[in-house]
Nanobody
Framework: QVQLVESGGGLVQAGDSTRLSCTASGHTTSRITMAWFRQSPGQLRAFVGGINWSGTNTYYERAVEGRFTISRDNTKNTMYLQMNSLKPEDTAVYYC?????????????????WGQGTQVTVSS
């Protein structure tokens, strides 16, 4: 089992930046790939971006490409989501997810483990 805990977020102004963290614990010797998803009220949980085990490859949803950056520090078992130029439509609960099979794409069902989520609210 792998446990994921998100941190960061909160209330920010439009145009501001903030960074989320997702720390993995448990059976983290596996080479897990990781991703961020987000969910707004009344919406499905949507893919934000993913990162491979080594951190050398990332993949983003088009609406965040160029504004958001995913990175990871495997010495800390932590993945990050740097969010710049935030917009009110970025308001959501942000979830991290992990997969043991090497997947870091947009299919929610492919992920083995999920965090509890952290709220990001962007005011205009």
């Amino acid at each position: 089992q792998v446990q994921l805990v998100e941190s960061g977020g909160g209330l920010v102004q439009a145009g501001d930046s903030t960074r989320l963290s997702c720390t993995a614990s448990g059976h983290t010797t596996s080479r897990i790939t990781m991703a961020w998803f987000r969910q707004s009220p009344g919406q499905l949980r949507a893919f934000v971006g993913g990162i491979n085990w080594s951190g050398t490859n990332t993949y983003y949803e088009r609406a965040v490409e160029g504004r958001f950056t995913i990175s990871r520090d495997n010495t800390k078992n932590t993945m990050y989501l740097q969010m710049n130029s935030l917009k009110p439509e970025d308001t959501a609960v942000y979830y991290c997810a992990a997969d043991r099979g090497g997947y870091y794409g947009s299919d929610r069902a492919a992920y083995d483990f999920w965090g509890q989520g952290t709220q990001v609210t962007v005011s205009s």
